[in-house]
């Protein structure tokens, strides 16, 4: 049983621990993003162009594969790294070459960025280069964008159309 | 001892405890069931949990919602339980990480202990995953926060085929799919939490992992005033087309979050993958310590009886079939990886009493570095010459308070390796054989003993609760118990001068010649 004694104790005790527990549940404030400022978001991930140009098979070549792997066109799976920059208002704001995935090089290069941007309008120009010219790039865009305080802005590449995505 | 820092840290928990204990009472006290209110707090918030999942919607459109039916058509009911579910997940939080720290601070880690440590430490991540689970459910603001940044901190890794940040893209980007994982990820892992737990008691014999009832019931009006009076409400439901901006978050679970948005995810991962290295390999880092030997069993003085094995704190002790021609059919045999060297065994073995005959004097079960005999002999030696009325024998331990300036003429110092170790029969010797007028026991206090349960055992034995017990016929005014800590020496002089006045103006003792009697029942 509780003694006299310690019951105002305990009372300070268990106050204490429940102004502990429910203070830190949610306080002090946390400031993530600025209110006033919106996101810039870059995510895409891309299969580069494969290193090596596909050669035809010749039907005598053909005839000696096993029926289930008879594809056309011989191709090495080695990819490209992908090169992929922007342009925000005239500043190049992110540059990176990444590698395609796999170890044999064969998948997707994969990009992430995410960057507070002040509200207001913004010239945006993105450009990628997958292929084997090292001189220029296979890919651009160019945007100009009016954000919103707190707006997520997304650039994304579209696979299915073959060009970059704004939303 | 180890070094001064720790020394001094340890000092100022025990000081902070004793003033802790004399405003809610001992028996209140948190800080001596850690593990314990860990263990409380879980089956709260396992069983809250029970009672939410039924109302949860698993569908990014819906679970906001379903989470704010909760929380206010269903007031108070389902808002109370939505609420003990929160705050005791932070509880056990605050109380496991106090554990943590309390088992270091005491030095209960490394050496035999080595896997009680080495199993607590991914239980802080399953804690953590379930907790940020969890809060990833409500799919709010914060839970937006949650799920990208975490999303991010994986991706980093470039582990897993695909990016899980890309499910967080756009408003279109999230499925259904996504929260049915969620939810499973948030039932399993806690699951898997309970099963570690288990793992993590396996080698702890009787551990302590239900709280007195004064503090379950304290804790737990506690955790439903808190409820009522400050409810667990959500942010704004979660927009993926807009940015998270002022966050109200739960700084238990999402104390490290600010360093990933601050230093980015190497830093994140290079923090939380350090300190688990860290803490995981302590127990070794404190090997260069001397370890003394495992507890031996002398086959030839065991009877099988089992008591050893009861009151080992570390299950170090089974009883086993023996086959060695021996009229007993049992035997006592040791786990020396499991041996912290305590010597509780030692006492609780009905061999070890110095009336029986026999030089050295052999018992079933000793400690090679500090045999029974040795005790026997330092008991004589400690308490030879000892002059003038109440000539006391203070028998302590290594771990509470240092008995050294104790000793004077009239009172003679015995530590050993733990309270435990003290064979009631021992006192029972010093009595009746008048090397002295009475005896103090000391030691840690209970829930502070270095080595578990050796203030237990030793209070029920000399009460005559437990076996094996102190001879009805001592007199009971001779023998006092008084724990102290290490830093409560002068409490330690204070009792000690008390008990050697009422020694002194009790009667001398009538005592017939005497030879080896029957002692220990
Ligand atoms: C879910 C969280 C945890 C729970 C529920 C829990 C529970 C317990 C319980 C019930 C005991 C037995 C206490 C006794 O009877 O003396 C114990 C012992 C212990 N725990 Fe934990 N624990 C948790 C986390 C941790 C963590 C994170 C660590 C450190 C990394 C840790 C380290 C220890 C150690 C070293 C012991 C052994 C103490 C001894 O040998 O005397 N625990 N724990």
Known sequence: MIKPQHIAGQIVAYTAFALMIGYFASRPAYHHHAPENALLKLSLTHAGQRVGECKDRTPEELAKMPPNMRTKQSCGRERNAVTLEMDLDGKLVFQQTARPAGLSADGRSRFYDSREVPAGQ???????????NANIFDQKAELTVTLEPRQVFVVDFDEEDGKFSFQ | MSN????ALRAGLFRAESAWDGLVGREANPMYHLGAMSWYFFWIVGASGLYLFVPYDTSAARAWNSIEYITREQWYWGGLIRSLHRYGSDAMVLTMMLHLVREW?????????WFAWFTGVPLIWMVFSSGITGYWLVWDELAQYLAIGTAEWLDWLGIFAQSIARNFLTRGALTDRFF??????????????LFAMWIHILRINRADTNPPRQLVIGTSIMLVALSLIHPATSHPAADLGRSTAILDPDWFFMALYPLYDTKGPAMAWGVSIGVTLLLSVMPWMALRRKRSSAAEVLASHCNGCGNCASD????AVTIRPRQDGSPHREIAVMQPDLCTSCGICVASCNKSNPFL?????????????FAFDLVVKRVSARTHGLTGPGRVLVLGCDHGAVLD???????????????????PSVIDYALNKDLVDGVLVTGCRPGECFHRLGPEWTAMRLAGERVPKLRGAVDKERVRLFWAASTEVKALSRDLAEFRVQLAEMPKPERPEGTARRVAE
Do not use: E, Q, W
């Not at chain 1, 913004?122 to 084997?132: A, C, F, S």
């Not at chain 2, 001064?4 to 020394?7: F, H």
């Not at chain 2, 005959?357 to 570095?369: A, N, R």
């Open chain 2, 312 to 315: 080992c704190p570390f299950g």
């Open chain 1, 122 to 132: 913004h010239v945006m120009r993105v450009r990628m280069r997958d292929g084997n």
């Open chain 2, 357 to 369: 005959k026999g030089d050295p004097h052999k018992t079933g079960i000793d400690l090679p570095d």
């Open chain 2, 105 to 113: 601070l005491l030095d209960r880690y490394h050496g035999a202990r």
């Open chain 2, 180 to 193: 049915t994982l969620l939810i499973f990820i948030h039932i399993a892992v806690p699951l898997f939490l």
């Open chain 2, 405 to 423: 300036h104790l000793k004077g003429h009239s009172v003679g110092v015995l530590s050993l390796p733990c309270t435990g170790m003290v064979a």
């Open chain 2, 4 to 7: 001064p820092i720790k020394s």
